[in-house]
C-alpha cells in the first residue's frame, strides 16, 4: 500500500512492521500497528500505475497466483485491487523488479458478509505503480490461467485493452499518495492553488477516544458499567498542507484540537493570504470561523457569523481583483438561506443574501470568472422539489438576477460550477425522478425513495445563451452491476418507469418492492484548468461490491477535450461513503490534482462479518487522506456545443394543508397545552452495513426537513455505523448541526439489531454523547427466560435516560416478547413502511404466513404482548427505503428535545401512515395513560383524516367493543363501556382506517374499573 511503500523507502529497518499493518487493512487477522505520524511525503510525478484485474469471465472461484516483473524500471509498489479471504500480496522491496501474489476469485459480496452461491464470481488483481519505466518498459503479467504482456507506454488514461480471451483487463488508473495517514480520521478536504502554483489542502482531522475503536459491537460478557460510554472524544482539528512539486509539507494545525467542527472551505487572496474556513460548535451552535496564514504563519481566528442558526458547508473562491468570497448555508428563523461574505482586506464584509425564496436553500458551489463575476450556485426546495438556480455578481459588485439551471418537476440537486478561460461558465448537477421522497413503500409506490437512481447532467452558459455540455451521456456508467466492464451507459434507455403506482401491485408475497434499475453516479465536482480542459470528478457504485462498513462507493474522473468527454478514469483510494467529496486543484494546462478520504472499505476483512463478534474490536478501516495525479498532453480543441434549453416545471409536491392542521392543533388539558410533531423513529443512509439503497445521510436530514416536513426525527443507523466511534461522532454532530429550535428538534438515535428471539430495537436520547452498546451473544429460541443482552440495554437506559422501541416484531427480526422494562420500552413500532403492520393477526396491512416480509414469528404480534400485560404506545417509522407513509405522532407540552422525550415516557403517542390527526382522551387523561375510574370508561375519539374515515374501532383487551362505518373525514364521539370488568385493569385502544386505505393507531389507555 502508499504507506507501506513509502515508510519501506525511507526506513528499511520497518518493513516488516509496516507489512502486518497492510496485511490487517487488506482483512488478515493481525494486530494493528500504532499510529503513524504525518510526515513530509515525496510523491514522484514520474510514477505511473495500472489496475491489472484477472478473472473477469469466471464462473467459479479460480486461482490467479502469480506475479510481475518489469523491464527498464522498478516495481514502486503494489496494492490489492478488493482482496478478500486469503488474499495476499508479497513486501516490494526497494528498487524489485518484480512482486508475487496468492489470489483468487470469488463470489461477490453481499450484505451479511456471506459468499451465497447465487452471487456471482467477480474479478480480482491489484494494482501496480511503477517509477523510472520509459518507452521500451515492458511488464509481464504470469497466472496458472496464463500468461500476457503490455507496454505501458501505450496505454492513455480510460483505455481499457483486454488479454487472455476476455478474463484479464488492464488500464491506467492515476498514481496514489497519501497525504495524511494516522489512526486519526482525515476527510473533508478542500483545495485551492496560490500564486506560485502551489496547491493547498485544508481537511478536518478526527481523534477518537483510544478507549473506542473498533467495530464495537460484540461483548464477551456483560457492560458493568456504563459511564465510560458518555466519555468525550479527543475532537476535530482543521489542518492544512501544501503540495509543491510533487511533495507534501507537514501539516499546519489551524484550529486547535478537541473542536466540534465541519467542513472546511479554501481561498488564497492577492496577497498570497492562504485562509480556511470552517464550521465550529460555539456554545450550542455551529458558527462560520476564518483564519489566513502567511508563510505558515498564522494570523487570528475570525468569527464571521453569531446567528443563532447554524452556518454551515461553506465554499470559497478568489475573484479577479484577489479578494475572497465565502459563500454557506446559513439557517435563520429554521430556514435555510445561502448567505455571502467579500473579503475587506483584514475583515469580511457583512452577509450578502444570495438566494431569496422562502424556502430551504442547499449546497451552495461558487467560482470566479477571468473578466471579473462571481457567481453561486445552490439548490432551493423553493417548489416542492429540488432545483438549481445561480447568481452572479458583477466585477463591480452588483448581484444580478437569479437564474434557473434545472428545474423541472425532477430531483435535481448538488451543483457545481467553474469558468473556463473564456468566461463560459459551466453548471453540472445530479438527478432523480419526479415525486423524490414522497410516497414509497409495500402499500404504495406513487413517489420514489431517497436513492433510487443518480444521473448527472450539465449545462454551460455563454451570456444568456445556454448549451449542452458535450456527450457526457455516452461516457458515465449505466445501470450499475457487479461485473468491471459494462457496457451500460448513462444515456441507455431504462426498464420501467419511474415513479411507477404499480410497482406496488405487482410486488410478490413476502418480498419488498423493487425500483428499476438505474445509474447510481453522484457528486459531480467541476474544474476548469488554466488550458481549458474540463474536469469532471463524481461517485459511482460500479462495480457494486459491499464489505462490513456497507456499499463500497468509488471516485471517477472525466474530462472534456472541447469536443467530447474521456472514457472515466478510476480514482484509486476513493474507496469510502457516498458522500464523499474530494478537492480538486490544477495549477497547469492538462493537470488535475484529485484528494480525498479513502476508508479502505473496498477491501473485505472476513474476521470481521456481522455473524463474528468475536473480532469486532479490530478496524483495519481508517480514514486516510490521498491524492491522485493526472497530466494530459493532448490539448484542448476549439470548443464545440449545441443549443440547449432550459426545462422548468410548475410548483408540485408542496405541503399538504393536513401538514398545516397538525401543527396548529392544541389540545388543552389538566392545566397543559399539548401540540402535535410528526416524526420517525426508524431511518437509515449510507452509514448503516446495509444502506446501499438508502441514500446519503445528508439527504435523510433534507428529506426530513422539506420533503416529508417533519417536525422531529431519530436519525438513523445500524449502531451509529458499526460501532465505530467516527461514524458515531458525525452521526451526532449533524443531529446537533440541524437542529433548529421551534421548527425541526433531531433526537440522537440509533439501532441496535439482534435477530428473533430478542429483536431489533432502536434507541433515543435527548442529550448528545451517548455511545452505542454493544451486545452480548444471542439467546436461543428455545431457552426460557429473559435474555441477558435486553435486560443489559434496560440497564444501559435507565442510566442515561433513555428509551428503546420494538420493531418488526412478528419477523425474523422481531422478539417472542420475552423482555420489557416499561420504563425504558414504553412504545413499539406498530407499522413499518417498508413492510407490514404487527398490530395483531387479520388486521388491515398485517402481516401473515403466506406473506411476511421478513419472515414468519407469529408469537411477536403486538396483541401478544399487550396480553402479557406490556404498556406499549403505538409509533410508526420508514425503516430503510420507505418514504412518506410512516409517521410517529407525538403530542408534547413544547417542541424541544425534553419533552419529546418524555411524551415517549408517557406514551402520549400514535402511528399513522397519513397525515391523520387523532385525539383520543377519557376524561383528564391522554392516550397512553394508566389510571383508576369509579365510573365506567368512556372513551372521547377526535379523527381527522386526510379522506373519508371507512371504518373506526375501538379495541379493548384485543377485542373489537365498539366499531363504526362514519364515511366522514371528520370523526367525533364519546363511546362509554357499559360493561367493564370490576378491579380489572383493561386495555382500550383506537384504529382509525380511510376510504384510501391509510390508518391510524392511537395507543392505548390502561383503565382500572373500581366502580360496581
Same mark, same amino acid.
Not at 934 to 938: G, N, Q
Not at 940 to 945: A, I, P, Q, R
Not at 990 to 1004: C, F, K, L, M
Given at each position: ?27 488478515g ?32 472461484s ?13 516495481v ?12 495476499r ?52 503479467v ?7 504482456t ?27 499518495v497519501?497525504?495524511?495517514l494516522? *489512526?486519526?480520521?482525515?476527510?473533508? %478536504?478542500?483545495a @485551492?492553488? $496560490?500564486?506560485? !502554483? &502551489?496547491? =493547498?489542502?485544508?481537511y478536518?482531522? #478526527?481523534?477518537?477516544n ?42 499546519i ?9 465541519f ?10 493570504r492562504?485562509?480556511?474556513?470552517w464550521?465550529?460548535n ?25 446567528? *443563532?442558526?447554524?452556518?454551515?458547508? %461553506?465554499?470559497? @473562491?478568489? $475573484?479577479?481583483? !484577489? &479578494?475572497? =468570497?465565502?459563500?454557506?448555508?446559513? #439557517? ?27 424556502s ?21 426546495y ?6 438549481v438556480?445561480?447568481r ?54 406513487? !413517489?420514489?425513495?431517497?436513492y ?14 445556454v ?31 419511474q415513479?411507477?403506482?404499480q ?9 419488498t ?104 474490536n ?15 498532453s493532448?490539448?484542448?480543441k ?101 437542529h ?13 439489531s ?37 435486560q ?30 416499561p ?27 403466506n ?6 414469528r ?13 404498556k406499549?404506545?403505538?409509533q ?39 397525515d391523520?390527526?387523532a385525539?383520543?382522551r377519557?376524561g ?9 375510574t ?5 372513551i ?6 386526510t ?7 375501538i379495541?379493548?383487551n ?8 362514519p ?19 383493561s386495555?382500550?385502544y ?15 389507555m ?7
Open positions: 500500500m502508499t504507506r507501506v511503500s513509502r515508510l519501506v523507502l525511507l526506513i528499511s529497518l520497518l518493513v516488516l512492521s509496516i507489512t502486518l499493518y497492510q496485511f490487517i487493512r487488506e482483512g487477522s493481525v494486530a494493528l500497528s500504532p499510529a503513524l505520524p504525518n510526515t513530509s511525503i515525496s510523491a514522484p510525478l514520474d510514477e505511473h500505475s495500472f489496475r491489472i484485474l484477472l478473472g473477469l469471465t469466471d464462473t467459479q479460480t486461482k490467479w497466483d502469480g506475479s510481475l516483473s518489469v523491464t527498464q524500471g522498478v514502486a509498489r503494489v496494492e490489492p485491487w478488493r482482496f478478500d479471504l486469503d488474499d500480496l508479497s513486501p516490494v522491496a526497494p528498487n524489485s523488479i518484480q512482486v508475487r501474489w496468492t489470489i483468487s476469485t470469488h463470489n461477490a459480496r453481499a450484505f451479511g458478509g456471506q459468499n451465497p452461491t447465487q452471487q456471482p464470481i467477480v474479478a480480482n488483481g491489484v494494482i501496480a505503480t511503477f517509477r523510472n519505466i520509459n518507452a521500451s518498459s515492458e511488464v509481464s504470469e497466472t496458472p490461467q496464463g500468461n500476457f503490455f507496454r505501458p507506454i501505450e496505454f492513455s488514461y480510460g483505455k481499457a485493452v483486454k488479454f487472455l480471451d476476455g478474463r484479464a483487463l488492464v488500464d491506467r488508473v492515476p498514481a496514489s497519501g497525504v495524511a494516522s *489512526r486519526d480520521e482525515q476527510d473533508f %478536504p478542500a @485551492a492553488v $496560490d500564486r506560485d !502554483g &502551489n496547491a =493547498w489542502i485544508a478536518m482531522q #478526527f481523534t477518537p483510544p478507549k473506542f475503536t473498533g467495530f464495537r459491537m460484540g461483548l464477551r460478557e456483560e457492560l458493568k458499567r456504563f459511564d465510560e460510554l458518555a466519555e468525550s472524544s479527543k475532537g476535530d482539528q482543521i489542518m492544512l498542507v501544501r503540495y509543491q512539486r510533487g511533495a507534501w509539507s507537514e501539516p494545525a489551524v484550529s486547535e484540537p478537541g473542536g466540534d467542527l467542513k472546511p472551505a479554501l481561498a488564497v487572496d492577492s496577497t498570497g492562504v485562509w480556511t474556513f464550521s465550529a460555539q456554545e450550542g451552535n455551529f458558527d462560520l470561523l476564518a483564519r489566513s496564514f502567511t508563510d505558515g504563519k498564522g494570523g487570528k481566528t475570525l468569527r464571521l457569523t453569531s446567528d *443563532r442558526g447554524p452556518d454551515i458547508a %461553506p465554499v470559497a @473562491a478568489t $475573484d479577479s481583483k !484577489g &479578494n475572497v =468570497w465565502v459563500v454557506w448555508q446559513a #439557517f435563520r428563523n429554521g430556514r435555510s438561506q445561502i448567505r455571502a461574505v467579500r473579503q475587506q482586506g483584514d475583515i469580511f464584509s457583512d452577509e450578502i443574501i444570495v438566494a431569496t425564496s422562502d430551504n436553500e442547499w449546497n451552495p458551489a461558487i467560482a470566479a470568472s477571468p473578466k471579473g463575476d462571481v457567481t453561486i450556485s445552490w439548490d432551493s423553493r417548489k416542492g422539489d429540488y432545483d438556480y445561480f452572479t455578481v458583477d466585477s463591480g459588485g452588483k448581484p444580478g438576477a437569479e437564474k434557473t439551471a434545472a428545474a423541472s418537476n425532477r430531483y435535481e440537486a448538488y451543483p457545481t460550477i467553474a469558468y473556463d478561460p473564456s468566461g463560459r461558465l459551466w453548471i453540472a448537477w445530479e438527478e432523480s425522478g419526479a415525486g423524490w421522497g414522497k410516497d414509497w413503500g409495500t402499500e404504495e409506490t406513487t !413517489g420514489i425513495g431517497l433510487q437512481g443518480r444521473r448527472i447532467r450539465a449545462r454551460v452558459w455563454q451570456g444568456d445563451q448549451h449542452d455540455a458535450g456527450n457526457l451521456d455516452a461516457v458515465l456508467p449505466g445501470v450499475v452491476s457487479r461485473v468491471v466492464d459494462p457496457t451500460a451507459r448513462q444515456y441507455d434507455e431504462f426498464r420501467g418507469t415513479p411507477d403506482p410497482i406496488s401491485a405487482r410486488r410478490s408475497p413476502s418480498q418492492n423493487q425500483a428499476p434499475p438505474r445509474p447510481r453516479n453522484s457528486y459531480p465536482r467541476l474544474l476548469a484548468d488554466r488550458g481549458g480542459r474540463i474536469w469532471l470528478a463524481f461517485r459511482t457504485a460500479q462495480p457494486i461490491w459491499w464489505s462490513p462498513l456497507g456499499t463500497v462507493w468509488f471516485e471517477n474522473v472525466v474530462s472534456f477535450d472541447g469536443s467530447s468527454w474521456t472514457n472515466p478514469i478510476f480514482i484509486s483510494h476513493s474507496d469510502n461513503l457516498l458522500d464523499n467529496r474530494p478537492a480538486l486543484a490544477s495549477t497547469a494546462a492538462g493537470e488535475l490534482l484529485i484528494v480525498g478520504s479513502s476508508d479502505g472499505r473496498q477491501h473485505f476483512a472476513p474476521r470481521l462479518r456481522v455473524q463474528d463478534p468475536s473480532a469486532q479490530e478496524d483495519p478501516y481508517n480514514n486516510d487522506l490521498f491524492a491522485s495525479h493526472i497530466q494530459l493532448e490539448p484542448v476549439t470548443v464545440q456545443l449545441s443549443p440547449a434549453s432550459i426545462e422548468t416545471a410548475t410548483a408540485s409536491n408542496l405541503d399538504s394543508p393536513h401538514v398545516k392542521r397538525l401543527r396548529d392543533y392544541r389540545l388543552k388539558l389538566s392545566n397543559s397545552e399539548y401540540r402535535i410533531v410528526r416524526g420517525e423513529f426508524h431511518r437509515h443512509t449510507e452509514i448503516s452495513m446495509d444502506g446501499g439503497n438508502d441514500g446519503s445521510i445528508w439527504d435523510a436530514w433534507r428529506y426530513s426537513i422539506d420533503a416529508a416536513s417533519l417536525d422531529w426525527l431519530g436519525c438513523c443507523d445500524h449502531d451509529n455505523g458499526f460501532g465505530r466511534e467516527y461514524s458515531w461522532w458525525i452521526t451526532q454532530k449533524l443531529t446537533d448541526i440541524f433548529l429550535p421551534g421548527t425541526f428538534t433531531p433526537m440522537f438515535n440509533y439501532e441496535r439482534v435477530a428473533y428471539p430478542e429483536g431489533h430495537r432502536n434507541v433515543i436520547f435527548a442529550q448528545r454523547g451517548i455511545r452505542t452498546l454493544p451486545r452480548l451473544p444471542k439467546v436461543n429460541e428455545t431457552d426460557p427466560g429473559n435474555a441477558p443482552d435486553t443489559m440495554l434496560y440497564r444501559y437506559l435507565r442510566h442515561f435516560n433513555g428509551i428503546v422501541a420494538m420493531h418488526t416484531s412478528a419477523t425474523n427480526m422481531g422478539t417472542d416478547w420475552r423482555d420489557n422494562d420504563s425504558v420500552e414504553p412504545i413499539v413500532e406498530i407499522f413499518q413502511g417498508i413492510r407490514q403492520n404487527y398490530e395483531m393477526p387479520g388486521a388491515p396491512r398485517s402481516n401473515n404466513e406473506d411476511s416480509i421478513g419472515g414468519w407469529p408469537k411477536g404480534f403486538v396483541s401478544l404482548a399487550l396480553e402479557r400485560g406490556y406499549l404506545g403505538f410508526s417509522s420508514s425503516d430503510h427505503v420507505s418514504t412518506h407513509m410512516s409517521y410517529c405522532n407525538l403530542l408534547v407540552t413544547a417542541p424541544t428535545r425534553k419533552a419529546i422525550l418524555e411524551a415517549f415516557q408517557k406514551r402520549h403517542i400514535y402511528g399513522a401512515t397519513d391523520i390527526l385525539d383520543v377519557s383528564s387523561h391522554l392516550m397512553g395513560d394508566q389510571f383508576e369509579a365510573t365506567p370508561p368512556t372521547n375519539v377526535k379523527l381527522v383524516g379522506a373519508p374515515f371507512a371504518k373506526v374501532h379495541i379493548r384485543n377485542h373489537y367493543v365498539y366499531s363504526i362505518e364515511k366522514k373525514q371528520t370523526v367525533e364521539f364519546s363511546w362509554r363501556d357499559t360493561n367493564p370488568e370490576v378491579g380489572r385493569q386495555y382500550y383506537v384504529r382509525g382506517e380511510q376510504q384510501d386505505g391509510e390508518i391510524v393507531w392511537v395507543s392505548p390502561w383503565i382500572t374499573y373500581r366502580g360496581q
